[in-house]
């Protein structure tokens, strides 16, 4: 008992201690994301990347064993060590990208677009649309004011403790900052202890043929399944896959990428993954699940410094894909 005390009280006071510190990572921050142009944000979060080490819970050794134990000789081993260098210098520009949209008329940011023919299709069908969004750097903002900018203001779905902190204090006064900033492009629909208001809040959307942003990350939703993922297995909430099933809305796998030579953020929208309903049955959320975690695979190894599932990958326990509700 003494000693699940003790174990308790150093995790609070980790906590305590992150919360500060990021506290202080984002007032030294704020100031710049303000007066810097944000076509020069990667630069100087390249400049400060040193200080990532000190603000963010990220283990260099550990992520780099992740790599090697799932994407193997996909990713050399001098490369891992730079991936994890280039995520911190992201996560960094990413805090800079929300703190600027929290400025009074400030700009958007500048977005393009792979695959929008693939989103104007699935529109066309005029029975909402879900995208899958493969969680890779600035994802949320970005995603969102491209969506917007391109004529339709999406719903993304999260949680409460979704932003810069998980803590009571994170949920009560930081991650406010990180709503705010992406509510300018979109708006939120939020899973909470008990998700049936959420649940209901995304039907609805569907049905008034709205674009719903469900990302693909194990703190999306209350429950997770483990499937497999290169040569390991990756923990993902497969709630866009049991509702595209169940619904016969289109879902889309999307993804974001930054062009750090020219600064300038992508979207990538994939086809489909559930045709057009016709007289056959549609596909299960086993088959949808299986067909974007294909989808995912590729993107994640054309750009692995900048998808930030690396976390949540594992070693494959078996060979069966969880079917799990």
């Known amino acids: 008992m003494a000693e699940a ?5 150093k995790g609070f006071a980790a906590v305590i201690v992150y919360d500060l510190k990021l506290t202080a990572l984002l007032l030294v921050l704020w100031p710049l994301a303000w007066l810097v142009p944000p076509r020069q944000f990667d630069a100087l979060a390249g400049r400060l990347v040193r200080l990532l080490a000190q603000f963010y819970r990220s283990d260099r050794q550990f992520l780099k064993e992740r790599m090697a134990a799932v994407a193997g000789d996909r990713i050399e081993p001098a490369r891992r060590a730079l ?15 929300v703190l600027r949209a929290n400025r009074p008329g400030a700009d958007r940011p500048a ?4 695959g929008l023919d693939n989103l104007q299709s699935a529109i066309d069908r005029d029975r909402g649309v879900i995208l899958w969004d493969g969680y890779f750097a600035q994802h949320e903002i970005v995603i969102a004011s491209g969506i917007s900018a391109a004529g ?18 994170g949920v009560r006064v930081l991650n406010p900052i990180h709503r705010r900033a992406v509510e300018r492009y979109c708006d939120y ?5 008990k998700p049936a208001a959420g649940i209901r809040a995304i039907k609805a959307a569907l049905d008034a043929a709205r674009i719903v942003v469900l990302i693909a990350s194990p703190w999306g939703g209350r429950n997770t399944v483990s499937v497999p993922f290169l040569d390991g297995a990756l923990s993902i909430v497969p709630g866009a896959a049991k509702l ?3 619904t016969g809305v ?23 993954l559930n045709p057009p309903a016709g007289s056959e049955p549609g596909p299960s959320p ?20 900048q998808w930030l599932g690396w976390p949540y990958v594992g070693e494959r326990h078996s060979d069966r894909t969880a079917t799990e509700p």
């Open 5 to 9: 005390r003790a174990a308790m009280a």
């Open 83 to 97: 991936i994890v260098a280039t995520q911190r210098r992201l996560l960094l520009r990413d805090a800079m990208l």
């Open 111 to 114: 977005v393009g677009f792979e």
């Open 152 to 169: 339709c203001r999406p719903c993304v779905v999260r949680v409460e403790t979704h932003g810069f902190s998980s803590s009571a204090f």
């Open 189 to 193: 629909i939020v899973l909470d202890d």
């Open 244 to 246: 595209a099933a169940s």
């Open 250 to 272: 289109p879902v889309l796998p999307v993804c974001n990428y930054l062009d750090p030579e020219r600064g300038r953020d992508h979207v990538v929208i994939g086809s489909p």
């Open 286 to 305: 086993e088959d949808l699940l299986g067909a974007f975690v294909a989808w995912l695979e590729t993107a994640v190894l054309a750009r692995p410094d």
